[in-house]
């Protein structure tokens, strides 16, 4: 096993509105253990050297000592052989196109046929969700004082590699811990920390490319609840929220544009498309911001999407060539058109307040959690009328938890830790099936590659379990 002591420069989710930040003391450097192949490694020793401007290097480091994952053998079908995790199945938050949606698998909705929980850990606490690609599965935790950036085997749990840095945990009204959650585009992750460490790390050994801070970049610190963008990648581009919409290259961190600056808000940047120009779309705390891709000029914004407390945390949802905007306190919902520049609402109702996990569309309906995580008991899966904002149906029981969908069936997680399986219709609440996969509290979307599901809770329980299979096995 080699140890790497890595030095660079100085979004639930998430993906949240209660989330954590990152000291504002200078930060330490970032220490990596690297697994060849085997069990988990203990989170390094705090180093106390501060990390010099805009470069990074590696230079050798003492061994950690191993803490494996727990492979589950004796669970229900467990005769069903793995289902291998393709590349890219689940590359960053929300799944491929960042909508919620999980590809056509070979899995059924009927969780009564068996669950097979395949591995568990521990990742430390946070929000952070999993991402699956080439094979292995990556997300965020926080241990110690530092947080951890994971790699693991996405098939045996066994961890590849780990990174950590020093980050305080900011734990009013919930648990704390990273809420972003890591993207990966070939063969680099992208990650961001509460405090604004946006690294660049290579996929199979977690060497750093690049780290830079956004703050010293943007000139805006850290909102109350931390950064919590996931990043996202467009062409050359590396693109996250934090204050200002910032892109820089993806290959090499230098800044190439950053939007205006408004308060950050804690959901992530969606691609819009729109006539033949490609937009950046983010909900920030001062409302909806539309963007160039290319220069990150303004191209739109709607200042009224705001709320009570400053934590719009859902992040837009493309609707069929408009904008569809949820956000919590009971603030409500929009349908949002671009018309020569200019944003004009569709609708506005109170049919959904999101307070963290975003709605999924199908066909002309959204499915979504409504109400806040102060409140969870009051919470409720709901469907709503796309075209015009109108509430259909509501299930409560669900808490504060996060929805998927195949586009037939929901695939919700709820607070307290079940998989549910919902029919996608408007005709009103038709459960199929439910299944206990972890204890709460369990605000992070999960994230589905194949017939593996992967659900963590905010103290850093990660389980992957096997749906599964469709048609008449058992």
């Known amino acids: 096993m080699m140890r790497l002591s890595l030095y660079g420069a100085g979004g639930l989710l998430a993906v949240l509105a209660f989330l954590t930040g990152c000291q504002d003391e200078p930060p330490t450097a970032p220490t990596a253990s690297v697994v060849a192949a085997g069990p988990a490694a203990n989170a390094s020793a705090p180093t106390d050297s501060p990390l010099p401007a805009e470069t990074s290097h590696a230079v050798a480091a003492p061994a950690a000592e191993p803490r494996p994952a727990t492979p589950i053998k004796d669970t229900p079908a467990a005769n069903v052989a793995p289902v291998p995790v393709k590349k890219a199945d689940w590359p960053g938050f929300l799944g491929p196109q960042r909508n919620g949606l999980i590809a056509p698998a070979n899995w059924s909705p009927e969780l009564s046929r068996g669950v097979k929980t395949v591995w568990r850990t521990n990742v430390g606490i946070g929000y952070s969700s999993i991402s699956v690609a080439g094979g292995k599965a990556y997300t965020m935790g926080y241990r110690d004082g530092r947080d951890e950036i994971f790699c693991f085997d996405a098939l045996t749990g066994e961890q590849i590699w780990k990174i950590d840095y020093e980050c305080s945990l900011v734990d009013n009204l919930h648990d704390g811990g990273p809420g972003a959650t890591p993207t990966v585009d070939g ?30 970049l943007t000139g805006v610190e850290r909102p109350e609840w931390g950064l919590t963008s996931s990043p996202l990648i467009d062409g050359d581009l590396a693109i996250v929220e934090v204050g200002a919409v910032l892109a820089v290259n993806k290959n090499t961190g230098e800044v190439v544009w950053q939007s205006d600056k408004y308060a950050p808000g804690y959901g992530s940047p969606v691609l819009f498309p729109h006539q033949g120009q490609k937009l950046i779309a983010v909900l920030n705390n001062e409302g909806l911001l539309l963007v160039s891709a290319e220069t990150g000029k303004t191209i739109a914004r709607e200042p009224s999407i705001t709320t009570d407390y400053s934590t719009n945390s859902a992040t837009p949802v493309l609707l069929d060539g408009d904008l569809f905007i949820s956000t919590g306190y009971q603030r409500g919902c929009s349908r949002w058109k671009l018309v020569d520049g200019s944003l004009e609402r569709v609708f506005e109702t109170r049919a959904v307040s999101s307070h963290m996990a975003n709605c999924v569309q199908v066909g002309d309906y959204l499915y979504g959690i409504d109400g806040n995580s102060h409140s969870s008991r009051n919470c409720k899966l709901v469907c709503v009328d796309s075209r015009t904002g109108q509430r259909l149906w509501e299930e409560r029981g669900c808490g504060c938890g996060s929805v998927l969908t195949n586009g037939r069936e929901l695939l919700m997680l709820t607070e307290d830790g079940r998989l549910v399986t919902v029919a996608a219709s408007p005709d009103g609440y038709k459960e199929i099936a439910q299944k206990p996969v972890l204890s709460a509290t369990c605000w992070t979307p999960p994230a589905v590659a194949g017939r593996h599901c992967y659900c963590r809770n905010a103290a850093g329980d990660l389980v992957c379990v096997e749906l599964p299979p469709a048609g008449d096995a058992k």
């Open 187 to 216: 063969d680099w992750v992208y990650t961001l920390s509460r405090d604004g460490h946006f690294h660049c790390l290579n996929a199979a050994t977690g060497e750093i490319r690049w780290l830079v801070m956004t703050p010293k």
